[in-house]
């Protein structure tokens, strides 16, 4: 090639790492050679989709023909019951990684500059490097979020920032009250996106709704997701709720059709699936309480976690660690890309996936 097409890139992209999913099955099983593989990488739902949800997806395919409805008023008006919503607070998106993006890009231009914290979610510095903004990382407290240091790096040139909680890959959260007293003295003008996609997990009567704040801080986003709890993840769908102002310039970006039929009717159907979001939250409970048992039988040290995932320092390298699980057929998540290279994210899985993995652990740390 003659022509150097990495120049022509934006020096955002040009400085782009793609984002690192967690293995899928069915590359695994093709690599090795076996069947019988567990994944717990990608904090998915172990318990299979509500049925509900997917009878309503399977009926919406007969209008496979047609586009979805690019408003989602299905979907919007469920949202309005369910949380209390307007309509016009809502947007849609395939996934909430969609949403993310969404608001990077109607309101950062290049030079921007981006708070976040030390061990935060992968996504925040890919949409913030892909729009030429400049990211701001600030130093994490025992792995979570140091909002004391967030709020010392707000300067003139801030225009978002961006809170996971509870924060994916370490499961740390924050309380109500440290965060409204942070949110007190963020300035207007910094728009505060508060990524809730493990809410539903979180029992304390301390832990805060971000909903409920949104009458409060108008510069304040929260978005949530179908992908975890509700366990819809294949099928891509999550929401951003705001004031209308920030609502109307997020759907100003939005492409058209973001959301499939399928996912908007699914998504419809499991929000009155009160029973199966209980179930999903009751196996991760009972989950959890198994592989911190497990975990310390084994003297390991554990990041204590509020979502529906653990992250586990194994005290040595962590990259071979994974890689010597894989081939006992159990797909984790290594933390290098993260900058913790002695830590390993497990999902919570059924019992049985659980223990498989309890049981391959014991093993591969043994040699
Ligand atoms: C999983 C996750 C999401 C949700 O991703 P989707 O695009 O909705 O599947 C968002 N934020 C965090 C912190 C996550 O871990």
Not at 107 to 120: I, Q, R, T
Not at 213 to 235: C, E
């Amino acid at each position: 090639m003659s022509c150097d097409f990495m120049a022509l890139a934006t020096p955002g992209v040009q400085g782009l790492h793609p984002y690192e999913a967690g293995k899928p099955v069915e590359e695994l099983e093709r690599e090795l050679g076996i069947s019988n593989i567990v994944k717990l990488a990608s904090n998915e739902n172990p318990l299979g989709p509500s049925g509900r949800a997917m009878a309503a997806a399977q009926a919406a395919l007969a209008d496979a023909t047609r586009y979805p409805d690019s408003n989602g008023f299905g979907l919007k008006r469920a949202l309005q019951r369910h949380y209390g919503l307007a309509a016009n607070q809502l947007t849609l998106g395939n996934g909430s990684n969609d949403v993310l993006e969404l608001i990077a890009r109607a309101f950062l231009n290049p030079g921007d500059e981006v708070v976040f914290s030390e061990y935060a979610f992968a996504v925040y510095p890919i949409v913030t490097q892909a729009c030429s903004a400049t990211a701001v990382v600030t130093p994490a407290r025992d792995y979570g979020h140091n909002l004391q240091a967030m709020a010392e790096a707000i300067t003139e040139r801030t225009r978002l920032l961006f809170i996971a909680n509870p924060n994916n890959p370490t499961g740390t959260a924050l309380m109500r009250d440290e965060l409204v007293a942070f949110l007190d003295t963020v300035p207007e003008q910094v728009i505060v996106v508060l990524d809730e996609a493990y809410t539903e997990y979180v029992d304390q009567a301390d832990f805060p709704d971000g909903l409920e704040l949104l009458p409060r801080y108008p510069n304040l986003i929260v978005t949530r997701t179908f992908s975890k709890a509700w366990g819809l993840a294949g099928l891509r769908v999550g929401f951003a709720a705001a004031n209308p102002v920030i609502t109307d310039l997020l759907n100003r970006v939005r492409q058209p059709f973001n959301v499939s039929h399928l996912a908007l009717a699914a998504a419809e159907a499991v929000l009155a699936d009160s029973d199966y979001l209980q179930r999903s939250v009751e196996l991760n409970r009972a989950g959890m309480q198994q592989l911190e048992e497990g975990l310390k039988l084994q003297g390991l040290g554990f990041i204590p976690s509020f979502g529906n995932f653990i992250t586990v320092d194994v005290a040595r390298p962590a990259q071979p660690v994974f890689e010597a699980l894989l081939r006992e057929g159990v797909i984790v998540r290594p933390l290098g890309p993260y900058r913790m290279p002695q830590h390993l994210r497990i999902s919570i899985g059924l019992p049985e996936e659980n223990d498989r993995f309890l049981r391959a652990l014991r093993q591969v740390l043994a040699c």
